[in-house]
């Protein structure tokens, strides 16, 4: 019994050791979403929005996410004009990527904040609210 419960316990902790130590594949993650239109939109494990924006709302915006606690530069600058971060959540270190670009499009400059999680089925709508608290506070 002992026996089972320590194996149990080493899985466990080699779980959560993975989930904080995997390593970061910044092509798999500095990408945009492939969405085109504007608005939100809302999946299982992650948001997204689109809009007309201009440089000064996308740097504003990088500096918010920048604050954000826990939040680090994956990959990307301000001149690249994408750049994604990884905020992990508090306890456990759960690693969320966001990538916040802009681009020109026949219809206009859009600013994209692309939020998702890399683990798990569902993000519980932390994603879609962390690029909401940041959109109404800049």
Request: overall charge neutral; hydrophobic content about 45%.
């Amino acid at each position: 019994m002992k026996l089972s419960a320590l194996a149990l316990l080493l899985m466990v902790l080699s779980g959560l050791a993975w989930v904080r130590f995997a390593p970061q594949d910044a092509a798999r993650w500095h990408v945009a979403s492939g969405r085109t239109d504007l608005g939100d939109e809302t999946g299982a494990n992650a948001h997204v929005h689109r809009e007309s924006a201009d440089r000064a709302r996308f740097a504003a915006l990088d500096a918010e996410i920048r604050a954000t606690p826990r939040t680090q530069v994956l990959a990307g600058s301000l001149e690249e004009g994408r750049i994604t971060y990884v905020t992990r959540s508090r306890l456990v270190g759960f690693p969320d990527y966001t990538t916040l670009s802009l681009t020109e499009t026949p219809q206009g400059t859009v600013l994209e904040i692309y939020g998702r999680a890399r683990f798990g089925p569902s993000d519980l709508g932390v994603n879609r609210a962390r690029v909401e608290a940041w959109l109404a506070a800049v």
